[in-house]
């Protein structure tokens, strides 16, 4: 028990080599400034962000609900431009525009020279999601004034090619929309071609009213045919002239060949009348589908050609006055602290290997 320390043996053995611990710290501390005055400045910009609804980009004909739009986007939304804002389309603008291989000294004829920059830019360019659900975007550069021209260029960028996405979908969409215009007018030529051979086949004009009227004619026929057969049974019982008997054997073979035409054309209306209804509502339909993929292609190209934008920006990247790192001042305390402490468990441990005693068992 006599070989272990107790709280005051440790503030002794401290006070005892406190001129040596505190001129190691010291010693330490001083390095580690110098070495701090080496490390390059960086100073931090930073943008912030919401994502913009896609619907803002849609034409007003397409819309589901046209009560209802969002202006902001969804969590989709937010992760779309998050990965826009990690793919190697911004960051090879970056490097391209701020001619980051001279910037960051790498030689752009090292074969590696293409992860090199990449690395180094994503160490120095970040953006995530806040706890707003806002995109906060932030570059860290030696210059202050282009930190903030690489923070608001990025957001730029991301911004341009989620619009170019949107864009590529909605030409996609319109093309489509192209192809079964073709279709669909190709067809509509085909049935109008088949309504005019049946109408010519079984001379039908009117699908509304040409059976009403020839369901007339043929009735009208009936009764004047029967009237003029019954005037001519009267007739041949009187004592009439053979002029009058031979009009009235005219007449009624006239609306005898009266009564078979009527009754022809109503046969032949009848017999095609449900192939021509069914060909002009599949006209009608074709007709219709045209019209409504007309509008949509219309109102499509019109807003290909319409400007917007997949952010809303809340704030720009300004230049910072204030360096983001090296923190010197830490870094100074920090080391200094750690000598101390470090510098204590030391002499400690020597203190406590001078009291064992090696010949006991």
């Known amino acids: 028990m006599e070989n272990e320390f107790g709280i005051v043996d440790v503030v002794k053995v401290i006070l005892r080599w406190w001129k040596k611990i505190a001129i190691a710290t010291f010693i330490i501390a001083s390095i580690t400034a110098v070495i701090s005055l080496m490390v390059p400045v960086y100073y931090e910009a930073g943008t912030t962000f919401y994502a913009a609804s896609p619907e803002l980009a849609a034409p007003a004909p397409l819309s589901t609900n046209q009560d209802i739009i969002s202006v902001y986007g969804d969590d989709t939304d937010i992760d779309r431009l998050l990965s826009i804002s990690q793919s190697n389309e911004l960051k090879d603008f970056l490097i391209?525009?701020?001619?980051?291989?001279?910037?960051?000294?790498?030689?752009?004829?090292?074969?590696?020279?293409?992860?090199?920059?990449?690395?180094?830019?994503?160490?120095?360019?970040?953006?995530?999601?806040n706890k707003f659900d806002a995109i906060f975007l932030t570059v860290e550069d030696r210059d202050p004034e282009t930190s903030a021209q690489m923070a608001n260029s990025a957001r730029n960028k991301i911004n341009e090619i989620a619009q170019k996405l949107i864009k590529e979908s909605q030409s996609q969409t319109s093309d489509g929309y192209a192809r079964s215009l073709t279709e669909k007018e190709t067809l509509l030529t085909l049935f109008n071609d088949s309504l005019s051979?049946?109408?010519?086949?079984?001379?039908?004009?009117?699908?509304?009213?040409?059976?009403?009227?020839?369901?007339?004619?043929?009735?009208?026929?009936?009764?004047?045919?029967s009237e003029a057969e019954a005037r001519y049974t009267s007739l041949k019982t009187g004592n009439y002239s053979s002029d009058t008997i031979a009009n009235l054997r005219s007449k009624i073979a006239g609306l005898k060949a009266r009564k078979r035409s009527v009754d022809g054309q109503l046969k032949n209306y009848n017999k095609g009348i449900n192939q021509i209804k069914s060909m002009e509502l599949q006209?009608?339909?074709?007709?219709?589908q045209v019209g409504l993929l007309k509008e949509r292609k219309s109102q499509l190209d019109a807003t290909l050609s319409t400007p917007f934008s997949a952010l809303h920006v809340v704030e720009e990247a300004h230049k910072p006055v204030i360096k983001s790192r090296p923190k010197r001042t830490v870094m100074v305390l920090g080391a200094g602290a750690l000598t101390f402490i470090f510098g204590c468990l030391i002499v400690l441990f020597l203190e406590g290997i001078k009291k064992i005693d090696w010949n006991k068992p």
Request: cysteine-free.
């Open 96 to 129: 391209s525009k701020f001619n980051l291989y001279e910037r960051y000294e790498i030689d752009p004829e090292d074969p590696k020279a293409p992860y090199k920059v990449q690395l180094k830019l994503s160490k120095l360019y970040q953006a995530n999601k």
């Open 197 to 225: 051979v049946l109408r010519v086949k079984y001379n039908v004009i009117d699908t509304e009213n040409q059976g009403q009227v020839l369901a007339e004619n043929s009735s009208s026929a009936e009764f004047l045919l």
């Open 283 to 288: 006209l009608q339909t074709a007709s219709n």
